[in-house]
């Protein structure tokens, strides 16, 4: 099967199980699903794939469920549950980072197996890591920021759509210029860097748009709490 037909597949089960998290386990799930989805995201972004003609890491799909996760937050049950819900994915990854990095201090065993996936999956390059950081609490206190001020704008339940492409659109746009200039500026040419920077947010464009259906799945639902 074609990578785009898979992603396109895996876009949709990723959303699907946001809305079953929220279902089985209300307001609850959502904030186990921030934390769940900061630390996947960025296991997954060290696997690169080719998807429409473009080079293209894992991992998009997984942290923009956290994005339609603040969102739904913010329409449900207001900008405080929402801003809670970032603090609390950033503070996940923090520790993951932190944690990590104490594993791999560990001299490995001379039966060990292990030591060298890790090694490549969590010894992140200080750039990378500050940049990840940096761009999610950013990124997502301006995603609810804007959903909130577009709200008050539109507040129909019809428009819920221009709530959540907006203010997933700007912010997923901040992510990326802010991750992509601490990663890479200076590292590649401008031209490369350039590159990197629109490929990645197109990506994350075509995310935010796939999402939209369970956004207004989402309102209608009336969860577990």
Same mark, same amino acid.
């Given at each position: 099967?074609? +990578?785009?037909?898979?992603?396109? %597949?895996?876009?949709?089960?990723?959303?699907?199980?946001?809305?079953?998290?929220y279902?089985?386990?209300?307001?609850?799930?959502?904030?186990v699903?921030? %934390?769940?989805?900061t630390?996947?995201a +960025?296991?997954?972004?060290v696997?690169?794939?080719?998807i429409f %003609?473009? /080079?293209? !890491?894992?991992?998009?799909?997984?942290?923009? /469920?956290?994005f339609?996760? /603040?969102?739904i937050? +913010?329409?449900?049950y207001?900008?405080?549950e929402?801003k809670?819900?970032v603090?609390?994915g950033?503070?996940?990854?923090i520790?993951?980072t932190?944690?990590m990095?104490?594993v791999?201090?560990?001299?490995?065993d001379e039966t060990?197996?292990a030591?060298?996936?890790?090694? /490549?999956?969590? %010894?992140?390059?200080?750039?990378i890591?500050?940049g990840?950081l940096a761009?999610?609490?950013?990124?997502?206190?301006?995603d609810?920021?804007?959903?909130?001020?577009?709200r008050?704008?539109?507040?129909s339940?019809?428009l819920?759509?221009?709530?959540?492409?907006?203010?997933t659109?700007i912010?997923?746009?901040?992510?990326?210029?802010?991750f !992509?200039?601490?990663?890479f500026?200076?590292?590649?040419?401008?031209s490369?860097w350039?590159q990197?920077?629109? !490929? !990645?947010y197109?990506?994350?464009?075509a995310v935010?748009?796939?999402?939209t259906?369970?956004?207004?799945l989402a309102k209608?639902?009336k969860?577990?709490e």
């Open positions: 099967m074609p +990578n785009e037909m898979m992603w396109l %597949g895996f876009a949709l089960i990723n959303f699907i199980i946001v809305l079953l998290f279902k089985l386990f209300g307001k609850s799930g959502l904030f699903w921030i %934390g769940f989805s630390v996947v +960025n296991l997954q972004v696997k690169t794939i080719e %003609g473009l /080079t293209a !890491t894992m991992g998009n799909i997984m942290y923009g /469920t956290a339609l996760v /603040t969102d937050l +913010n329409e449900k207001g900008e405080k929402a809670k819900a603090w609390l950033f503070a996940t990854l520790s993951l932190v944690i990095q104490g791999l201090l560990f001299k490995p060990d197996f030591q060298g996936a890790l090694q /490549t999956i969590f %010894g992140l390059i200080p750039r890591a500050l990840s761009a999610f609490i950013i990124s997502q206190y301006a609810v920021a804007i959903y909130s001020y577009i008050k704008k539109f507040p339940d019809r819920l759509w221009v709530r959540n492409n907006g203010s659109m912010s997923q746009l901040i992510d990326t210029l802010i !992509t200039s601490i990663a500026l200076f590292v590649y040419p401008f490369v350039i990197i920077f629109i !490929t !990645t197109l990506i994350k464009f935010a748009i796939i999402d259906p369970f956004a207004y209608k639902m969860p577990h």
